[in-house]
Nanobody, 124 residues
């Protein structure tokens, strides 16, 4: 079983930056690919970014490419999402997810464990 706890959300102005963190429990973190998703009110949960278990491979949604960076520290059982040049349309609850697989994936159904989410609000 893997438990995930996100932190780092908040209120920021357009053009600002935030860094989200996701701390994972358990001894399998280095074998779990990780992902970040987000969900705005009235919308479905959507893929944001993913990173392979080793950290050697990353994948981004087109909407965040060039602005967001996903990374991980396997020694700390933590995955990060650095968000720069934030826009009002980035406002959502951001979720961290883990999958029992080494490789990245972008489907909600591909992930086995989820955090409780952290709110990110970008004001215009």
């Amino acid at each position: 079983q893997v438990q995930l706890v996100e932190s780092g959300g908040g209120l920021v102005q357009t053009g600002g930056s935030l860094r989200l963190s996701c701390a994972a429990s358990g001894r399998t973190f280095s074998t779990n690919a990780m992902g970040w998703f987000r969900q705005a009110p009235g919308n479905e949960r959507e893929f944001v970014a993913a990173i392979s278990a080793s950290g050697g491979s990353t994948y981004y949604a087109d909407s965040v490419k060039g602005r967001f960076t996903i990374s991980r520290d396997n020694a700390k059982n933590t995955v990060y999402l650095q968000m720069n040049s934030l826009k009002p349309e980035d406002t959502a609850v951001y979720y961290c997810a883990a999958r029992r697989n080494l490789r990245t994936a972008q489907g909600v159904q591909d992930y086995d464990y989820w955090g409780q989410g952290t709110q990110v609000t970008v004001s215009s």
